[in-house]
């Protein structure tokens, strides 16, 4: 059903504002615009009943479904929720609350790393997703029935793949694990882009102090135009470009000229005037303020085998208590072990610590070591002091 008419959504809305949870989906395109155009909002019931709204509906008011979203009484199903979440934090101003990710779910339960929405579909409903329409266009008006159909059974299986991960992690006692990881969407500083950090995330071959601070400004210049015009960063100026202009400092319009993909009615004009007048602020600024990278320490010598151990022993782990081994530890988690007494990392640091730092840190300390066991390669307690599982 798709609810284009205001009666028939708050109709729908007041129907469901009872419900345990509801399933939420959307629609949407990026590729013109800085912000997420919302095309279309999913929502599905315990029951399986689903509607489409449309929000392009320019007489439809949404207000009811934002209501839906922040209602504290209401738990809202997602996958792979993080642009949902961004879409309606732009239009609210507020996190979506309370929520579940059930692609970290997942990951919890074993189904592996970032585990996509149809294999879910697939391994706990048995149903197949026609993904043919997936990459379609959203706006544009009329929307087919394939269409259609292919939106709403994107929270129509949601429901039972909700149950069916909820009553594994009772039984296994990972709830509180999901909740843990999603703490970082529930931070409102996640869906805040901040002009002034907008140069982190621009690569530069040679990260100096000097060329760092004038790709700050420029990027900040950038990031609060394509804000202001809501259209892509690239369609304003592209990554190498900033790059490669923060590297050479060009201080006159001939210089500015030969700055890769800078047109030369570009470096002219107005953007070029501006551009050289960023560039010498950066240059003139205070160069205590200038960014700095911290280079990467390479390991000692002695931590290389450390660090193959705990590769070893992070695959034991993850295998044995059936969760991504990607969501326990990172590959800067097992090289801060390896080389670090101490360090203060997620790994280290509650579920992760259970299943997996405890033993990193035993292994290092000479109480854990591991070996093969018939044919498999295991670990073992080198002293009584540390109880391996409890089965």
Known sequence: MLITNQNELDQ????????????????????KTYYPKLCLIQIGTPEGDAVAIDPLEGNLDISPVYDLL????????????????EIFFKLTGKVVHPFFDTQIAAM??????????ESLVRNITGATLDKSVQFTNWAIRPLS???????????????????????????RG???????????????????????????????????????????????????????????????????TLADM???????????????????????????????????????????????IEKKIQLPRNASATLDILRML??????????????????????????????????????RFEVFGQYARALKEGRLAIGLKDGKITQFEVSESLSLYNE
């Open 108 to 117: 919890v339960c074993g189904y592996g790393d970032s585990v996509g929405y």
């Open 314 to 351: 992070l695959k034991i782990q993850s295998t044995h208590h059936d969760v991504a081994s990607k969501l326990i530890a990172s590959k800067e988690d097992l090289e801060a072990l390896a080389s670090q007494d101490e360090p203060d990392i997620p790994a280290m640091h509650g579920w």
């Open 174 to 240: 990972r709830i509180s694990w999901v909740y843990q990881e999603e703490g970082v969407l529930s931070d409102p500083a996640t869906y805040e882009n901040h002009p002034e950090n907008a140069w982190k995330r621009i690569k530069v071959k040679s990260p100096k102090p000097k060329t760092l601070a004038i790709l700050r400004e420029l990027a900040k210049w950038r990031e609060k135009k394509a804000q202001e015009r809501d259209i892509p960063r690239p369609w304003i100026i592209r990554d190498d």
């Open 70 to 85: 922040l209602d504290k009484n209401i738990l809202k199903i997602i996958h792979a929720g993080r642009q949902d979440l």
């Open 12 to 31: 729908f809305c007041s129907k469901i504002k009872t419900c345990e949870f509801i399933t939420i989906d959307t629609e949407f395109l990026r590729e």
């Open 246 to 292: 923060a590297a050479q400092a060009p201080k006159t319009t001939d210089q500015l000229k030969k700055i890769r993909n800078m047109s030369a009615d570009a470096a002219k004009g107005h953007t070029g005037e501006l551009l050289l007048d960023l560039i010498k602020k950066a240059l003139e600024s205070d160069k205590k303020t200038w960014p700095k």
């Open 145 to 171: 029935k394939k269409q259609l159909d292919y939106a709403l059974g994107d929270v129509t299986h949601l429901v039972q793949i909700y149950i069916h991960l909820a009553a594994e992690l009772e039984k």
